[in-house]
T-cell receptor, first 111, second 115 residues
Framework: GQQLNQSPQSMFIQEGEDVSMNCTSSSIFNTWLWYKQDPGEGPVLLIALYKAGELTSNGRLTAQFGITRKDSFLNISASIPSDVGIYFCAGQKTSGSRLTFGEGTQLTVNP | GAVVSQHPSRVICKSGTSVKIECRSLDFQATTMFWYRQFPKQSLMLMATSNEGSKATYEQGVEKDKFLINHASLTLSTLTVTSAHPEDSSFYIC???????????FGDGTRLSIL
């Protein structure tokens, strides 16, 4: 099925650095979601975006819903070791409908 | 705290066994739940949409007789992998959302290993 284009695929950074990842799509989504998945666990919701142009923060995380509704980015500031994991973007066409996932960004933070 | 509970977290069984996985929404009703499958180092792939009181909707390429889904109540959906074989070994994850425009929350997944 369709997947979103998520980049980068992986990142290796030093503790304290900022991180940015993004997702793009050829079609419009009305909701963008960012999840983090730790090994052997299910994805955990980080940020939900419901409006084009919306910029939302959750602690050190900031995400934006692209104005065209075809893209979104996630920034993590001042990374810490517990930020390690796989980050997924997901797009949703309508409320309660299926999610379309990006391929994921594997983040490694070196202490 | 967790809003979606999935059980069991890990199953190891012999080829030919049928395995049932439960997905429960905690303290909210979910008319729709979703079942995903995830292979190592890959993203989540939707298998089917589970609708309370009606038949599940399966994605293309997913065998409905192989992966039986039952959504008998507003808080419980089950996925049964029938006559499982080694190629069915994977990480199965469910999700649910409250009625309305709440985002989907995921269970902790079930690691299925077929010997």
């Amino acid at each position: 099925g369709q997947q979103l284009n998520q980049s980068p695929q992986s990142m290796f950074i030093q503790e304290g650095e900022d991180v940015s990842m993004n997702c793009t799509s050829s079609s419009i989504f009305n909701t963008w979601l960012w999840y983090k998945q730790d090994p052997g666990e299910g994805p955990v919701l980080l940020i939900a975006l419901y409006k084009a142009g919306e910029l939302t923060s959750n602690g050190r995380l900031t995400a934006q819903f692209g104005i065209t509704r075809k893209d979104s980015f996630l920034n993590i500031s001042a990374s810490i070791p517990s930020d390690v994991g796989i980050y997924f973007c997901a797009g949703q066409k309508t409320s309660g409908s299926r999610l379309t996932f990006g391929e994921g960004t594997q983040l490694t933070v070196n202490p | 705290g967790a809003v979606v509970s999935q059980h069991p977290s890990r199953v190891i069984c012999k080829s030919g066994t049928s395995v049932k996985i439960e997905c429960r929404s905690l303290d909210f009703q979910a008319t729709t739940m979703f079942w995903y499958r995830q292979f190592p180092k890959q993203s989540l792939m939707l298998m089917a949409t589970s609708n309370e009181g009606s038949k599940a909707t399966y994605e293309q390429g997913v065998e409905k007789d192989k992966f039986l889904i039952n959504h008998a109540s507003l808080t419980l959906s089950t996925l049964t992998v029938t006559s499982a074989h080694p190629e069915d070994s994977s990480f199965y994850i469910c999700s649910a959302c409250r009625v309305g425009d709440q985002p989907q929350h995921f269970g902790d997944g079930t690691r299925l290993s077929i010997l």
